[in-house]
């Protein structure tokens, strides 16, 4: 792990006045020493040249065997150091610490050496009678402007050494004390600058684990506080986006989960990544399993597949039309390129179909229905009108046998016209329901009493079949009658001679279904879910004068009351009709 901030601030910044206070005081110490080597150097050069003045005639006279040991000795008690004088030629003549007969020739110690060409000089080394480190000064003395020896002085420098090393302690532990406080101020203003650095980042990583409402206060104006205002707004743009993207997904997902179109989007290796409610029922996939298949485990129909693949092969939009079966949607099927999304992604669309082929199926066919049933009675009106003008006017009982036969045309053309616009009117709401409770019997009854002298002119047997304490059905007794009679027309039109028709009516639930039953020719399979269908006749031949829109007026009826109608035969056994209308209930 890398040292945190405060490290990577303090360490460098202590190393920084380590070093500068150790060598300040090791400089510092070493000035002081020269100084003190310096002095000494001064005081020792004026006491040589002192002594040497004073034994300057002493020496001149340069008798054989005078000492100055005694002269020597007495400088030295004055001086409190060591005093040597040595003769012209190098011969130590006096000494105060040392015998001087054991004493070699100093006429070369370089400090004489030294004072000989320049009148003083200096050393400072390792006596090698006293063995410690010591400063000699030596002194050329002179006599009418001739070397009659040099006079010596020298001091150890034990005492030098000591008072350096007191100063040097003083600076060291001073230069101690400042590094101390130094680092101390280094790691505060390290930590002053790592902290809010650490909070930021406290802050960024609750962020970045999902929290998008943390924020941090900026506390200073500086280039951290820019920071920290500059990381708020970021935040707030991210957590803007972040819920419009939500919403945006939110609304997608209605969309797609609400629209009736198959939508199924396949990403770059064909697998199924989305797959909304309409395409699940139309493929008859399975919703848990089908997200992360193969789009061909999921669509399973070779032609779908075959377009997909086109349209993932070509990077091209593909469209046609698939029929799955028979009983299965008719599908228009459009696959689009996602190559933006994901090289090799495609968005399925599913339309089914079904319904508006239906629907155009249905208009075909009552465009044909209604040109049929107008041509017939036309081409008879024709017929008549040129029988008439051919010269049956002349025949008048012709004419009057013509002319009821015109009106009967006429007559069936008006009630079909008036059929169909009422169905219209039914249709598009504008007649106007008078729905209040009312009891069953009103409704049955009447029509009942209507059609039974057709039905014994038929040679049928009309039965009613009521239960007791049926609840009032909310209906416009007018409209609903005319559904009933129109079905027991119906079942008396379709039934041969010989045969029955029962009513019943019984209550279930909260509605009370009321069906009218014939033992009649029945209904083919095929046509019965399209005999509500208008002008919808399922055998022609048999249908009589039928226009074809009684049941089609009876279904708008129906369920304008909020109602049910349906029909079940079985053909060459009869068929029954029923109609479910909701009862009264008690609030
Ligand atoms: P129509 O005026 O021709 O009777 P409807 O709409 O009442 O017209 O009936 C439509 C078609 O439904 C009829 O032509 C007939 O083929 C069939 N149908 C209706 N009721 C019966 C029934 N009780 N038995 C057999 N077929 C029926």
Request: hydrophobic share 45%.
């Amino acid at each position: 792990m890398s040292p945190s901030i405060r490290w990577r601030i303090a360490v460098p910044y202590v190393f920084l006045i380590v070093v500068a206070m150790t060598g300040l005081a090791v400089y510092l110490s070493n000035v002081v020493r020269g100084a003190y080597l310096d002095s000494l150097e001064a005081q020792l050069g004026g006491e040589a040249q002192i002594i040497g003045d004073v034994l300057a005639p002493a020496l001149a006279q340069d008798k054989p065997g005078t000492t100055f040991d005694v002269q020597a000795n007495h400088y030295a008690d004055l001086l409190d150091a060591r005093v040597t004088i040595i003769g012209a030629d190098g011969v130590v003549l006096g000494e105060s610490d040392e015998d001087r007969t054991q004493m070699d020739n100093h006429l070369f110690r370089p400090e004489v050496q030294q004072a000989l060409a320049e009148g003083q000089g200096s050393s400072i080394r390792l006596s090698r009678t006293v063995e410690v480190d010591m400063m000699y000064v030596a002194q050329r003395v002179e006599s009418d402007g001739k070397v009659v020896g040099f006079a010596r002085v020298a001091l150890p420098l034990r005492q030098v050494e000591a008072n350096v090393n007191r100063l040097r302690w003083a600076v060291f532990s001073a230069a101690l004390l400042t590094v101390g406080g130094a680092a101390l101020l280094a790691l505060l203003i390290a930590e002053r600058t790592a902290r809010p650095v650490r909070e930021l980042t406290r802050v960024v990583q609750r962020v970045s684990e999902g929290d998008l409402h943390a924020r941090l206060l900026p506390t200073t104006r500086d280039e951290v506080g820019t920071l920290t205002r500059a990381f708020n707004q970021m935040s707030d743009r991210l957590r803007g986006t972040i819920t419009m993207l939500v919403e945006e997904r939110g609304r997608l997902a209605a969309v797609l989960d609400n629209m009736a179109d198959g939508a199924i989007i396949t990403d770059g290796d064909g697998h199924v990544r989305l797959i909304n409610p309409a395409a699940v029922r139309i493929l008859g996939a399975d919703e848990k399993t089908a997200m992360g298949r193969s789009f061909a485990e999921v669509a399973r129909d070779h032609r779908i597949i075959d377009l997909w693949q086109q349209c993932r092969d070509e990077c091209e939009e593909r469209v046609a039309p698939v029929e799955v079966g028979r009983q299965q949607p008719f599908l228009q099927v459009i696959v689009t390129p996602l190559q933006d999304a994901e090289p090799g992604a495609c968005l399925v669309i599913l339309q089914d179909l079904t319904r508006v082929r239906r629907l155009e199926t249905v208009r075909r066919d009552f465009i044909s229905n209604i040109s049929h049933e107008l041509r017939t009675p036309l081409a008879s009106l024709k017929a008549l009108a040129d029988t008439l003008r051919d010269g049956a006017l002349e025949d008048p009982p012709a004419a009057r046998r013509f002319l009821n036969r015109m009106e009967v045309e006429v007559d069936a053309l008006t009630q079909m016209v008036q059929e169909l616009l009422e169905l219209s009117r039914i249709e598009s709401g504008q007649v106007g329901f008078e729905i209040a409770p009312v009891p069953v019997a009103d409704v049955v009854n009447p029509s009942l009493e209507r059609l039974r002298p057709q039905a014994e002119r038929a040679d049928l047997q009309l039965s009613i079949d009521m239960a007791p304490d049926l609840p009032l059905v909310l209906a416009d007794a007018e409209r609903v009658r005319q559904v009933i009679t129109n079905l027991v027309h119906n079942a008396i039109k379709f039934t041969p001679p010989g045969g029955e028709v029962a009513i019943s009516a019984k209550a279930g639930g909260d509605e009370v279904i009321i069906s009218v039953r014939d033992t009649g020719v029945g209904i083919p399979a095929d046509d019965l879910p399209r005999i509500f269908e208008r002008f919808y006749k399922a055998d022609r031949a048999r249908s009589g004068g039928g226009t074809g829109l009684g049941l089609a007026i009876a279904k708008h009826i129906v369920l304008a009351h909020g109602g049910r109608i349906w029909a079940e035969s079985v053909e060459g056994r009869g068929s029954t009709f029923s109609v479910a209308l909701r009862v009264q209930t008690a609030e």
